[in-house]
């Protein structure tokens, strides 16, 4: 099945001698024959997120990370650019970082609360504490992510701001990763956790790209109220800056964050990013 990502603007696919903003499609990228799927690297070897039993080229297409590497992956994501706006002296480049840590927080925060959330209160023991405390603390979050997102880099409360709320999220991604996603990951069947890995990633393609901290933290009233906001974040998204491919590498990788593969019978066809 082929998912369909929307983009900021500055990476929008040049078609001709015009610019447009458009879901990546096989046309669109060069592709012509029929893709299976669709793998999210976001700046990270791929190669991490491999499970043993499939390590061979007649089953890479069905590699998909389990659910716990991909919320990982996120965190990582997330510290990335946080370093990037703190050690940035440029205010440009201060801007495109913060859109990328909003953008990526958002999505990550409101696909855990409408996927992840519901299967830890359901298959863990204690799950229904550990969600509601997770909640609590998205809220939390996404309240101080909301000041953060209105700032400009040159507001003085402008880097004061994103350590108050990176130290506020770290304590609760250390907590996330050493607790609920062990006890979650034991209660889960590896096709399990994978199915859910793939739930989580495909949520995120239509949640909301800004902070809404009044908005429902529980589905089906989230479910709703993302699908109404998502659509007006994504198009504002077109109108803001978001970091160069070049100034967007992670330390380590050779592949800058949010970047597509696109992957037939385990081979990459094309980098929708070039």
């Not at 603007?9 to 040049?14: E, G, H, K």
């Not at 965190?75 to 002296?89: A, C, G, P, T």
């Not at 519901?118 to 979050?141: C, I, N």
């Not at 800058?256 to 992957?263: A, G, I």
Request: proline residues 7%; aromatic residues 8%.
């Amino acid at each position: 099945m082929l998912r369909r990502a929307i983009r900021p603007a500055n990476l929008t696919r040049i078609v001709g001698a015009q610019a447009k903003a458009q879901p990546m499609v096989p046309r669109a990228i060069g592709v012509q024959s029929r893709v299976q799927t669709c793998i999210i690297a976001r700046g990270y070897a791929q190669d991490k997120y491999f499970f043993p039993d499939e390590r061979n080229e007649g089953l890479e297409h069905s590699q998909v990370f389990k659910v716990s590497q991909a919320i990982q992956q996120d965190h990582q994501q997330l510290e990335f650019y946080y370093n990037k706006i703190v050690d940035s002296k440029d205010q440009d480049e201060q801007k495109r970082y913060q859109n990328a840590f909003v953008w990526e927080l958002a999505r990550h925060s409101i696909a855990e609360e409408l996927v992840v959330y519901p299967v830890l209160e359901r298959d863990v023991s204690d799950g229904s504490g550990r969600a509601q405390k997770d909640r609590e603390k998205h809220q939390e979050v996404k309240e101080m992510l909301y000041t953060f997102q209105k700032l400009s880099p040159s507001d003085s409360d402008f880097i004061p701001t994103i350590k108050r709320l990176w130290q506020t999220l770290s304590q609760h991604i250390r907590e996330e990763e050493k607790e609920d996603l062990v006890k979650l990951e034991e209660a889960l069947s590896m096709s399990q956790t994978k199915e859910l890995s793939r739930a989580f990633e495909k949520t995120k393609s239509f949640t909301p790209t800004r902070s809404h901290p009044s908005s429902p933290d529980k589905p089906p009233f989230e479910t709703v109220v993302g699908l109404m906001t998502a659509p007006i974040d994504k198009l504002r998204d077109l109108f803001r800056k978001f970091p160069d491919d070049d100034k967007a590498q992670n330390p380590g990788s050779s592949r800058p964050p949010r970047q597509y593969h696109w992957v037939k019978r385990g081979r990459r066809l094309k980098d929708a990013y070039p």
